[in-house]
C-alpha cells in the first residue's frame, strides 16, 4: 500500500514538476516530430551556404588562385576588385589584408572554419537522435535522413580537407573534446566509410520536384563518394588503382541509373539547369527570391564577369569587374574547334577587357529592373556532367580509353562539339582535364582539380603554378584562422602560411 | 504501514485512558481550591506582562500576567505554578502551605540550551539539536535605523560573513557563511562580481530567495530593492542562522550555502498593546577625496609641464591648447568648483514604526505599520519603504486546533539617479573635475552632470504575501499541519533621461514586472516517549513551489521634450522597443522531507534526515536531487560522573555530516537551445544555438559537510562557548569552460571545478558580573578562520585558469585559479619598489640595453616590475599569482552593559588577512597623467613618493607625465596596489535608558525608552583606501562604488 501511494505521488508529481518552457525551445521538446527533423535539416543546409554566402568565396576558392583572371580596366571599385588578381598570385595574405581597399572582400572569413564545424555538430546530433528514434519518423525516413545527414558531415569534410589539407575529424554528438588535426587521405577515407553504406538508402530522384537537386540524393551520395576518391587518388598514389576503379564503378552506377540528363545547350534548357531543381543537378545549394533567400551580391561567381545588358542598371555596368585572359580562353576554346559552349557561354571571350562576358550566369532573373543583385542564383555543386567527366577520368587512369572516351563524348555531344578522336594514354587525361574546365568553367572545381592532379605545378596548366616544393608544404591551402588554437593546444596551424 | 496504524490505534486507547484518569484525579483536588495572586518581574525588577501561567498535570494555562506583571488564579491548594515567557527562564513555585501571595522574579534567558531552534520549520530544544546554528533574539539587534537587516547581523555569527560592500540605500551587501562556495564570476574588471551564494532566507516558514533582485549579478535590469530590505526590523522577534548541513539540509538544495530563519513578533499580552518606535537619523559620507582648488590646480599643473616637458612644444601646448591653465583671468576659467560638493550630502532621514499587539494563547494578533526613509548621500537616490503587516493566532483551549494568518504589505521605493545602485560611476567621474571648470549650471550642463543629478528615476517594489497555516493534532504526539502562502511582487522602474543629459534629446525607460510565488508544505510529525528514558521524534512534510517571473521593458529615444514623458512610440527609430525580457520563469518544486530524531533521556541524540528536491528546471530526467544528514549529540553533562560538577551548566559534543545538492542543470544546458534561424529550399529552419554546448552529463552541485561542535557553560553562565569546526566540499562546480572551435560551439558548461573549504568557529560569552547585582555586564566575542582550497579544475587546464581580463578599460586585473591554493588569488605584476636612480635599472649583459617596455628604457622613479622571464622585456608574460581576495578571519565583538535604566550596547566586526586592490589610489595618482586635461588634481604630499633620484620610495613618480603612456607606472595591474585589508570596525553603540515606570506612569505610558546611537562609526585599518569594507566581493576598491555613510540617531520608544 505504501509503495503504491509513493508510486502514485512520484507520478503526480513527475507530471507537477514537467514544465514546458513556452519562451524558447530546449532540445527535450525538439526532435518530435517529422517536421522538426526537416526544420533542423533546413538549417543545416542553410548553415553551410552561409559560407558560401560570406563573399566572392566559390570564384576565390576555386577559380582565381590559378592566376588567369585579372581586373578590367576601368571596372567600379577597380582598386578593390584587384583582389581577383593578389588571389591569382596565391598571396593569400595579402588578400586578407584588413587595411587593402579590398578588406570588405573578407577572405579572412574563408580561414575560420567554426561554421563548418558547426554543420558537423548539428548532422552528428540529428544523426544521435535520428537513432535513438524520433516520433513520427518510419524507418524508411530514418535511413533516408540519416543518409542525408552522414552526407552533410562528409560534405563538410570533403569541402574542409579542399580547403585546409588536414582537419580535426569527428563523428560523436556534442564533441566537446580538443583534438588535433588528422591526415586528410585519413579523414576522407573515414567519410568514404562512412557515407557508403547510406548511399542506397537515398532515392535517385524525389517525387516531389522541389526537393530534386536542393537536398541530397542518391546522385549526390555518389558524386560526393567519386570526388573524395579522386582527392584521395591524387594524394595517397601509392592506392591510386583501388580509388579510380571506385570512382569508375561509381560512375558507371550513376549512368546507368539514367535517373539524370543533360539539357541542350538552348536557352531553355540551360536556363533550367542554372535555375536548379534540374535533372542536371546531382547537388546544389537553390536559392529563390521566392522563399525570400537572400544571397550576399558578391557571392555569385558570375557577379564578376558580367555586365549591362546582362547586369543593371546600366549606368555603373558598362563593363564587367573581371575578365579571363585571352591565352586562358584561347587554350580552353581554341578555334577551328566546334563548341556551342565558346559561343552560348562567353561574348567577347578573348577581349582581355570589360566586355568578357560569362554569359553562362547569365540566366538569373532579377527582382525588378535595377537590380545589381543575383536574387535566383542557384549554386551548383556536383553537375551530371562534373560526375561523368570524373568517370572519364578514373577510367583513362585506369587506361581503359575507350569507356573513357565514351563518357567524355556524351559531354561534347552535348556541347555540340566535335567529339574526341585523339589517342589515349596521357593526351586523353589531359583532354578530359581541359574538357572539365570547359564544362565546368566557373563552378568551383578547376583549382582543386589542379591540385588534386598535381598539373597546379604545370605551367601548361595553370598560369602561375606551384613549385614543388610550395606544394609539399601546401601552399594550395588556406591558412587557418589563430583562433582555432584557442582553447587547443593540440592544433597546429598550416605550417606554409605561418612565415608571411 | 498497517502495523504502525495498528500501534497508533493501541496507544490512542492507552492515551484515553489515561487522560480519564488524570480527569478523576483534577476533580478529585478541585474541592480545595485556593486563590493564588502575586507580580511577576524581570531582572531588571519591571513588572512583565504577558508571562503564561501554568499548573496542573499535563500543564494547562490558567492565563497571563496584566501589563502591571500581576496575575490572579484559582487553583488547588499545593499546586506547583509554572511561569514561562519567550526570553527567560522558565521558573516553577509551589502555592501551598499558606503562600498565596507569589512575587516572582525571571531571569533573562542565559543558558542557550532553553532556546528553542527551528528545524525543518518544527520547533525543537536547543539541547538536543545536532546541527551547528546560532540564534539572535530580538534583544540582540541593536536600535540602529537600517535598510537591510543583514547589515545587523555583521559581526555577531561566527562563520557568516557579511559585508556591507555597498552604501546605497536599499541594496544589500554580501553574506557568506563558512567561505567561498562558488568560482563563478560575472562581469569584467572592476565590475567583476562573484555569482551570489546567498544564504536562503525562512520567513514565518515561508522560504525567500534572497537573490531575486540580483539573478544577474547587480547589473540587473528593474528594480534592485533587495526583498531583505522589505523586512521592518522593528517587527523582528529571533534570527536565527543555520551553518552545517545537518542544520540546513531539511531545507533542501536552496539551503545549501545556509539558512537563515526570521521570526517576525507574534501578539502576546492579554490588554492590548501599543508599542510606538521612532528614530531620526542623520547620514553622513565619509571624508571624499581631497583635491586641491582653484589656482592652487592650475600651479600645480603649470609646474608639472615646466619640469616634465620633453620639448618646447609641450610648453607652447599651455597657450595653443590648455586654455584654462594659460587664460587666468578669464571668468570662465577662473574657478574653484568643489565638485563632489554638488553629488554627496548630509542627509536628514526618518522612521516610524507602530507596533499592536495583544490576546493570549487561546487568540492573539499583532499588526506592525512601518514608514522608513533614507535618502542617500548621493543626490537623488534613496529608498523609502512603508510596510505592513499583521499576524493572527487562533488555538482554542485543548490545544488541537490551532490555525494561523498573515498577511504583509510592503512597498520599498528607491532611486539610483543614473547608476545602477552599487557603482555610482557618473558620479564618481563627474566628481573628478578640473576645479577650474565654472560650476554645474544649465549653460555648462555637462551631459554627464544632468545626467547625475536630473534623471529621474523612480523604482518601485510592491510585495504582498498572505499565509494560512492550520493544524490539527489527532492524539497526543501526532500533529498534522498544513500551510499554504502566496506572493505577489510587482516591480517597475521609470526613468526619466531629460535632453540636457542626453545629447539634447530626453529619453524614456521603463521595466514592468511580476514575480509570484505560491507555497505549500503538509507536514505530519509525531513525538513520544516509551520507558521515560527513550524520545523519539518523527516529522515528515513536503513542500510545493510555482514560481512565477515575467518582465517587459520599453524604451523611448528622444521623447518630444522634458515636459512630455509620454505618450511613447512615435516612430520606427526612436522607439527602441523591449518587449518581454528572457527572464520569464514558470519554475516548479516538489520537496519531500524526513526527519527522525531519537534520544536516550537527553544525554544521547541521534537526528537523521533525508530529503528528496525536485525542481521543474532541472531537466526530466534526474528530477530529484537527495539531501541526506546525519547528526550526533552528546550531552555530556547529563553523564553521572560529571553530574556532581557545579560549575558545569552543560556541555555537548555534535557531530554532523550533511549533503546539499543544487541542481546547476538548466533546461537549456543540459539539452541546449534550438532557435528558428537560417531557412532552406523554401523550409523554415530550426538549429541549435552554438553559445553553449548542450551537456546532457552536467552533474549538480554538490555541497558535503562535516562539522564537530562543543558547546558548554560554565560557573551558572558567567562563561558560555560554542565551538565548531567543519570541512565543507564543493564538488561539480559548475564551471564555465571555452571550447575550441572546431566543437562549433562557444562554450561549456561542466563539472569540473571543486573547492574546499574548513576552518575553525568560536563564540565566547562572558558575564562575569552576578545576576542579582545592579549592573549587568555581558561580553562576547566571536571568530571564525575559513579557508578554502581549489581542489580541482576541468582536467586539460592543467591544473591552471587564468580569467584574462583583456579590456584596456578594465585595469588588467586578471584573476588566477590555481589548484592547490586559495581559490581566487589575482594574477598581476610584481613591484618590488622604485628605481631609485637611472643606475639602478638591470641591463641586459647580451644586448647592452636598459630593462624596457613599450619601446621605452626604465629609469630612476619607475616601479620596478619584476622581469619574471628574464627577457629584460616587461610584456604579457611578467604576470604573476599573488594575494587572496577572500579574507581568512573574519568576527565581531559586542558588549552590554546595563545599570538600571541604563544601558550600553557596542558592537564591533573584524575582517583579516584579505587582499584588496586598491584601484582608488592607482585612479588618485593616476589623475597626474595628464595636466592638459580637465581633471582635478589631488595632493600627493601624503605618499611615499620618489621625488628626486636617490630617493627610496614606494610609489613611483607621478609628476612626469610623459612615461603614462608607456612605462604606465601606476598600471592597475601590479601588486603595488595590493594592501592587507584586515580592519576592526565599530558597528554601532547604542546607549539608552528606559524611564522608571512608575514615573512614566502618571503620563499615562507603560514604557517609555530614548537611546542615541550611531552607526558604522569608526574602522580601524592599515589599509590606505578609504574603507576596506566598501570593495567589491573581488577585493577590488572601486573609486566609483556607493560609499558607506556614519549614522547618528535619536530614537524613541514608547509603549502605551
Known sequence: MAALTLTCTITACKKFLTVEPVDRLTGNNFYLSINDVEANVANMYSMFFDKINEGWIIGGIGEARSGEIFVSPGANNEAARRVVEVLGENDLWAAMDPSAPWEWYHYERVTNWTRYYQVIQTANILIDKLEEGIPGVGETDKNRYLAEATFMRCFTYWWMVRLYGDVVYYTDPYNAESLPREPMVEVLNKCIADLTPHKDNLPWTFADPAQKGARASRGSVIALLMHMNMWNAGFDRNNREAYYRQVAA???????????????????????????????????FYRSINYGDNNAALAPFGDHFLRWPYKFPRFNNQISHCYFIDTYMAKLYPTGIADKRADFWFEDMLSNSGQFVAAKFAFNVYASGNEDANPDNTFLIFRYADAILLHAEALAELSRDNEAIASLNMIRERAEATPYSGSGGQDLRDFIFWERCRELFGEGHRYFDLVRTQ???????????????????RAWTWPIDQSARNNNPRIVLNEYWLTR | MNNLINTFNMKTVYLLLWMCGCLISVQAYAQTNITVTGNVIDENRQPLGGVTVLSGQPLRALGTTDENGNFRFSVPAGATLVFRIIGYQERSMSAGNGRTSLRIQLAPDASALEEVVIRGYQKRSKELSTGSSFTLGEKDLPDVPVANIETLLQGRVPGMNTQL??????????????????????????????????????????????????????????????????????????????????????????????????????????????????????????????????????????QQIYENAQDYFDIWRISSEAYFLSDSLNAYWNNSTNWQDYYYRTQYNQSHNL??????????????????????????????????????????????????????????????????????????????????????????????????????????????????????????????????????????????????????????????????????????????????????????????????????????????????????????????????????????????????SYDFKKKYVVDLSYRLDGSSANGFENLYARNPAIGLRWNFDKESFLEPLEWLDYGALRLSWGVNIIPTGTLERIYGRFDITGNYNGQQGIGLNFDQIPNPELAPKTNTQYNLGLDFSLFSGKLEVIYDTYYKRVENELFEQLLPNTTGFTKLFSNGAGIANYGHELFLMIRPLRLNSDFSLSFSVNGAYNKDVLLTLPEHYGGQFIRWENDVNNHFQHVILRVGGSTLANYLRLNDGVYTTDGDVPVDPVTGLRYQTNGEYFKGGDPILRDLNGDYLLDGNDYARTGNSQPLFTGGASILLTYKGFSFNLNGSFTGRRTILNNALAQRMGLMGNPFGYQAVVPLDDVDMWRQPGDVATYPYAYDYRRYGTIQPFRFDQDLWAEDGSYFKINNIVIGYMFERDWIRRWGLANLRVYVSGENLHTFSAYSGPNPENVTNMGRDVSSGYPVPRTYNVGLNVEF
Open chain 2, 355 to 596: 507596533h499592536i499587539d495583544g490576546g493570549d494563547q487561546l487568540f492573539n494578533y499583532k499588526a506592525n505599520v512601518g514608514y522608513f526613509s533614507d535618502q542617500g548621500i548621493i543626490k537623488n537616490t534613496g529608498f523609502t519603504r512603508y510596510n505592513a503587516n499583521l499576524r493572527m493566532e487562533y488555538q482554542p483551549e485543548d490545544r488541537r486546533f490551532q490555525v494561523i494568518g498573515a498577511a504583509f504589505a510592503q512597498i520599498g521605493k528607491q532611486s539610483v539617479g543614473d547608476g545602477v545602485g552599487m557603482l555610482q560611476t557618473g558620479v564618481a567621474s563627474n566628481g573628478l573635475s578640473s576645479t577650474l571648470l565654472p560650476p554645474p549650471s544649465f549653460y555648462q550642463s555637462g551631459g554627464s552632470h544632468a545626467s547625475a543629478l536630473n534623471t529621474s528615476n523612480n523604482n518601485a517594489t510592491r510585495l504582498i504575501r498572505t499565509n494560512l497555516e492550520g493544524s490539527y493534532q489527532f492524539i497526543e504526539g501526532l500533529r498534522a499541519s498544513t500551510s499554504v502562502s502566496y506572493e505577489f511582487e510587482s516591480k517597475t522602474e521609470d526613468t526619466f533621461t531629460p535632453a540636457a543629459a542626453n545629447n539634447q534629446f530626453a529619453r524614456v525607460y521603463a521595466y514592468n514586472g511580476r514575480t509570484t510565488q505560491l507555497y505549500n508544505r503538509n507536514s505530519l510529525n509525531y513525538s513520544t516517549t516509551l520507558n521515560e528514558n527513550h524520545n523519539l521524534f518523527l516529522n515528515f512534510f513536503n513542500e510545493f513551489r510555482i514560481a512565477g517571473r515575467q518582465s517587459a521593458i520599453s524604451r523611448q529615444e528622444r521623447s518630444p521634450n522634458d515636459q512630455l514623458q509620454g505618450p511613447l512610440g512615435f516612430d520606427g527609430f526612436s522607439s527602441r522597443g523591449g518587449g518581454l525580457l528572457n527572464d520569464y520563469t514558470d519554475e516548479r518544486a516538489a520537496s519531500f522531507a524526513f526527519a527522525a
Open chain 1, 455 to 473: 598539373r597546379i605545378m604545370n605551367s601548361a596548366f595553370a598560369r602561375n603554378p606551384l613549385n614543388s616544393d610550395q606544394y609539399n608544404r
Open chain 1, 250 to 284: 561509381l560512375g558507371t552506377e550513376l549512368i546507368q541509373s539514367n535517373a539524370y540528363r543533360l539539357y541542350p545547350l538552348t536557352e531553355e534548357g540551360w536556363g533550367t539547369v542554372m535555375k536548379g531543381r534540374s535533372d542536371e543537378s546531382l547537388f546544389e
Open chain 2, 165 to 302: 560592500n555597498t552604501g546605497a540605500p536599499g541594496f544589500r551587501g554580501s553574506t557568506q557563511i563558512r567561505g567561498l562556495s562558488t568560482v563563478s564570476m560575472t562581469g569584467t574588471g572592476d565590475q567583476s562580481f562573484l555569482q551570489p551564494t546567498s544564504p536562503l532566507y525562512v520567513i514565518d516558514g515561508i522560504p525567500m530567495d534572497a537573490d531575486r533582485a540580483t539573478e544577474y549579478g547587480f547589473q540587473q535590469q528593474g528594480p534592485g530593492i533587495s526583498p531583505l530590505s522589505m523586512i521592518p526590523q522593528e517587527d523582528i522577534a529571533s534570527i536565527e542562522i543555520l551553518k552545517d548541513a545537518q542544520a540546513t539540509s531539511l531545507y533542501g538544495s536552496m539551503a545549501a550555502y545556509g539558512a537563515i530563519i526570521i521570526t517576525t513578533k507574534r501578539g502576546n499580552s492579554p490588554i492590548p498593546r501599543v508599542r510606538y518606535t521612532h528614530n531620526s537619523f542623520v547620514r553622513t559620507p565619509p571624508k571624499l577625496r581631497e583635491t586641491l582648488g582653484g589656482n592652487l590646480e592650475r600651479q600645480l599643473k603649470l
